[in-house]
């Protein structure tokens, strides 16, 4: 990739056991890191390993590399399950009557498939503590919306085809906006900045309108 990185590939598509192999190249370049690597990206199915050029070149990088992929170990990170409350009311629920639509559900059924859904935290992204999740319910995978919305709210839940995020900032997003959550993925801890680790799971529940305003006030308290 360029002059100054190289990219491991396990798979082309999403995969669980592509994305452990990221997860355990991940933790043994964190435990033996290799002179003039920089900084490394794991991402779903691969990992981008930046270094600078006037130390290392890409074959001794490369060497590095592969003899870590023999010896790499599972991270030492213990997944959790983290429960997180979502308001699915107006206003937040913005794109709600949309999805049932589309999907041809009820807007409660829409709810429903939803929380039902298993999400696991696969990597962070695109803008600070945006936590890829996957796990969207197949019956509510929809494509992307053909023009971003601007102005969307942080704390807003949002989906697009198998995935699901929380949103951290006020942006644009062309994701579908099915409700708020009060949880701040963004802790304030230099030590651990975001609230989930890569490989935890997220479990969704309800929240009225009173409850999230309680939990929000709460959590600004």
Not at 154 to 165: E, H, N
Not at 168 to 174: D, K, V
Not at 184 to 204: A, I, M, N
Request: glycine share 8%.
């Amino acid at each position: 990739m360029a002059d100054h990185a190289l990219l491991v590939e396990f798979a082309r598509a999403l995969d669980d056991a592509a994305h452990a192999a990221v997860l355990r190249l991940d933790a043994a370049l964190t435990a033996a890191p290799c002179p003039g690597i920089r900084e490394w990206v794991p991402a779903f199915v691969n990992l981008l390993v930046e270094f600078d050029p006037a130390v290392t070149d890409h074959a001794t990088v490369e060497a590095q590399v592969t003899g870590l992929l023999d010896q790499a170990a599972a991270p030492d990170h213990t997944p959790v399950t983290h429960e997180v409350g979502v308001c699915y009311e107006a206003p937040f629920a913005r794109d709600l009557a949309a999805v049932a639509e589309k999907t041809g559900l009820s807007q409660d059924a829409v709810i429903a498939a939803h929380l039902a859904g298993d999400y696991r935290v696969y990597l962070y992204g695109f803008a600070p503590g945006y936590a890829y999740m996957a796990g969207v319910p197949p019956e509510l995978r929809l494509d992307r919306k053909t023009a971003p919305v601007r102005g969307i709210a942080a704390g807003s839940v949002i989906v697009a085809g198998a995935q699901c995020l929380i949103t951290t900032l006020t942006m644009p997003t062309g994701w579908w906006i099915l409700g708020r959550s009060p949880v701040k993925v963004l802790t304030g801890d230099e030590d651990r900045p975001f609230l989930f680790g890569v490989g935890d799971r997220v479990r969704f529940r309800r929240l009225s309108l009173a409850e999230f305003e309680a939990e929000n006030g709460a959590s600004h308290g």
